[in-house]
């Protein structure tokens, strides 16, 4: 897999990234990710706090490679000292998406630290680069967990790279060698990589949930607003999440204002027991690639391999 001048600069010795997940992609996986050359990322999600971002950065202290740490928009404004933590473990690059607040990255630059923001649109792409955000993740529709469903991701990362000088990466449904060739090919800088790593062994992922993600296929997710309607999570409607089909969504998808006392015992219940028949599964559309548990570094060589 033939380096980037960016993942270069970032002394990366493959252009891939972990997609910060938010209860997925904790510091185990990070440091699993960087030592196999990527750039490994801790994502911190809707619901983060300091102590949880302290414990997951246990996992790359001493590390001798680089990582990067992944915050929510409203968090950091909601919670100033999740973004001093963050800065203060000295991560190479930084990124806070999802918010239209652009003070941390100033902060961040004179932490030295590398700035980065997911964008789906050209007109969100120019806000960032105008304010200062030194790298774009251009994530399509394709992708999992939250984000607005607008662009695919090929058109995406041709419409930004036309209009921005800073390095883009292509993020939704990268999931085998060939996609990472397809956006690498296209100009993106590097990819942000998300489902086909929630599967790996070193992700905070339950077994169960494992299983039935290496069970689905590429038709088998959604995007909807059920489970943050449910749980009350504080996601904007503009920002659904593509999730993997299941009875829960297959009934409360687009009848969220229906939800009931009930409905929302039985999905918490669900949770708890870890029945994903009901419970959610973040997961994009290149899901049907991931077949098999396997190490983060496997991921990686199965990815610069070419292979399917």
Known sequence: MPATPWSTSMTLDVPIVNAPMGGVAGGALAAAVSRAGGLGMIGMGSAATVSALDEQLTHVRGLERPFGIGLIGWGVR?????????????????????????PWVARAHDAGCVTATQVADLHSAQRAVDAGVQVLVARGAEGG???????????????????????VLAAG?????????????TGAAGAWIG??????????????????????????TVTTRAFDVALGYPWPATLPERVLRNTFTDRWDGREDELDSAAIDVLHTAID????????????????????????????????????
């Open 145 to 167: 967990g939250h984000g607005r469903p607008t662009v695919g991701t090929l058109t995406l990362l041709t419409e930004i790279l036309d209009r921005v000088t800073v390095p």
């Open 173 to 185: 449904g990268i999931a085998s060698g060939r996609a990472l060739s397809a956006v690498l090919a």
């Open 195 to 220: 489902t086909a790593f929630a599967a790996c062994k070193e992700s905070l992922l339950p077994d169960a949930a494992r299983a039935v993600m290496i069970a689905a296929g590429d038709t088998d």
């Open 273 to 308: 027991e870890q029945d994903y028949r009901v419970a959610p599964i973040n997961a994009g559309q290149g899901v049907g690639e991931v077949r098999t548990v396997e190490p983060a570094a496997a991921v990686i060589e199965r990815l610069c391999g070419h292979g399917g």
């Open 78 to 102: 909601s919670r100033p000292a999740l973004l001093e933590t963050a800065l203060a473990a000295g991560p190479a690059l930084l990124s806070v998406s999802f918010g239209d607040d652009w």
